[in-house]
């Protein structure tokens, strides 16, 4: 019984919760359990809220008893990224300097989660403030890939996508700065969309770089993703960024999954060297599957995507030292020797010297001195116009094209501590998703696939407001490339070769 509780889709959990045949405190329990059992050997939980699920979920049936409709996901559960505040539940960035931290409020999304009817099962591991590749930056340990617990499960949002990978949660929340959503999906065989900047709120979301952090839903399945996205977007008047205007129409479109016609353009420069072997052919198979689905695939140039990593990795660390300002030591968070002798700026030195991991240091440092006087116009300055430069690149391909697909990233996943001591190779992880943060449209990286027993993203760019287009490709991949399974990765699980994550999700 609870091995089929968390191996079904979120979408039917939903169904047969609704239709009173289970209970949101059982399905919630199973989960409740599976973390207990085999979280010790992945780490994808900062946090268990086990009594806040539990309750919640009592909630949730008591008013589905009394008659009541909610929406497709009411008592279904879901891990949320510990960047978002959730009320009186410790909400810590994977950063020492937020650690017992508990805000007084929710997030939109938190917010959102909850009056819809989902329970949140507890907060996911993630790289400290959401700064790196591999969720190897946090303060409270690393989270180990599902398929391979000795490889990184992506970053930074890892601990959601392995909770989803290990079977942990059917449904996870992230956030996307530069790829932490659609990264951590493509190396754990699962679903991560970005939406649309401005499509989904940022308040009550630890800030990290606020012209491109983004909300957005992970799942395993399509289907699921666009019932979780429809859950947290649209307009909310609390962030200044976000769009007023309908949400796109995400799940009727997972559930079309119709490409005929569909003008899918390759680009050019994301691909070749530096790209694993195995990550393009899976990458020319799924192209393939969109051909006889239906859809023309030509080749498009966006020339300036070659400088998008040196543009974000100026323009991020420029409003990352600006947003860490806040953690002075003074009014929340950790404080380090104030004993009566030391003024209030020692205290912050000591504070945030202990308090900041050395990549959060890093950054501050090189945000602080692009920003500087003397330098704003050659660094900040020129990285700005680059970016501008790429937004023009994706307007004048979606002229021609109606989305833009690549790799998610050049390479499966690598093993920990690999890439740990270079932080260049770290943030060439980051090459094929940072684009579409600097240009604000929506994107997703949906799996198409192993090499080498490991799962391959495919990564979907679409303009700004057209997220449904992307679980459109989603779905039809999905359908070309799952069997019976209905996912890629529930049909790996069931003929692939043996590792420790199909000895974790077997035992379900
Ligand atoms: N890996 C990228 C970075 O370290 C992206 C992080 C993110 O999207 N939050 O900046």
């Known amino acids: 019984m609870s091995a089929a509780i968390v191996r079904a889709t979120a979408a039917e959990l939903g169904r047969r919760i609704a239709a009173r045949e289970l209970t949101s405190v059982e399905v919630t329990q199973a989960f409740l359990d599976r973390i207990a059992a085999h979280d010790g050997a992945i780490n994808a939980f900062l946090h268990v809220d086990a009594a806040g699920a539990l309750e919640q979920a009592a909630a949730v049936d008591a008013r589905l008893d009394a008659g009541e409709k909610l929406g497709p996901l009411a008592g279904v559960p879901v891990a949320l990224k510990d960047l978002f505040c959730q009320r009186g539940v410790p909400t810590t960035a994977a950063s020492a300097i937020l650690a017992g931290w508990e805000p007084p409020y929710d997030a939109t999304v938190t917010r959102r989660l909850k009056d819809a009817g989902l329970v949140i099962l507890g907060k996911t591991n993630l790289d400290e403030f959401a700064m790196g590749s591999s969720t190897e930056n946090s303060a409270f340990g690393p989270t180990h890939n599902p398929w391979d617990v000795e490889r990184i499960p992506g970053g930074s949002g890892g601990g959601s996508a392995a909770a989803l990978a290990a079977y942990l949660a059917p449904l996870a929340i992230g956030t996307d700065t530069g790829g932490s959503i659609r990264l951590p999906a493509s190396v754990t065989g699962t679903v991560g969309v970005k939406p649309t900047y401005g499509g989904t709120s940022r308040f009550g979301v630890i800030a990290m770089a606020s012209s491109l952090d983004q909300p957005g839903p992970c799942a395993r399945t399509v289907e ?285």
């Open 224 to 508: 699921d993703a666009a019932l979780l996205h429809e859950v947290i977007a649209g307009h909310d008047p609390a962030d200044s960024t976000s769009i007023d205007a309908p949400v796109p129409p995400v799940s009727e479109a997972a559930r079309s999954g119709d490409v005929a016609g569909l003008r899918v353009g390759v680009v050019k420069e994301l691909g070749g060297e530096g790209y694993e072997p195995g990550v393009e052919e899976r990458f020319a198979e799924a192209l393939d599957a969109l051909r006889a689905a239906g859809a023309e695939v030509v080749e498009v140039s966006c020339p300036n995507f070659t400088y998008a990593l040196g543009a974000y990795y100026l323009i991020m660390p420029s409003e990352v030292s600006s947003n860490l300002a806040r953690y002075d030591a003074m009014r929340y968070g950790l404080r380090v020797g104030d004993d009566g002798t030391r003024s209030a700026e020692e205290v912050m030195n000591l504070s945030r010297g202990a308090g900041f991991g050395d990549e959060v240091k890093r950054r501050i440092i090189i945000g602080t001195y692009a920003l500087s006087s003397g330098y704003y116009d050659a660094y900040y300055g020129s990285a700005q116009q680059v970016r501008t430069l790429i937004a023009r690149d994706f307007d004048a391909a979606f002229e021609q094209v109606d989305v833009l697909v690549s790799p998610s990233t050049p390479t499966v996943a690598f093993p920990l501590g690999e890439r740990v001591a270079d932080p260049l190779a770290m943030y060439a992880a980051d090459l094929c998703t940072i684009p579409s943060n600097l240009a604000g449209n929506a994107s997703a990286s949906f799996p198409c696939g192993l090499s080498d027993g490991l799962p391959v993203g495919f990564q979907v760019m679409a303009p700004p407001l057209a997220d449904d287009r992307l679980y459109r490709v989603g779905a039809a991949l999905e359908r070309a490339l799952a069997g019976a399974g209905g996912c890629v990765l529930c049909d790996a699980l069931a003929d692939g070769p043996a590792g420790a994550y199909l000895d974790v999700a077997k035992e379900a």
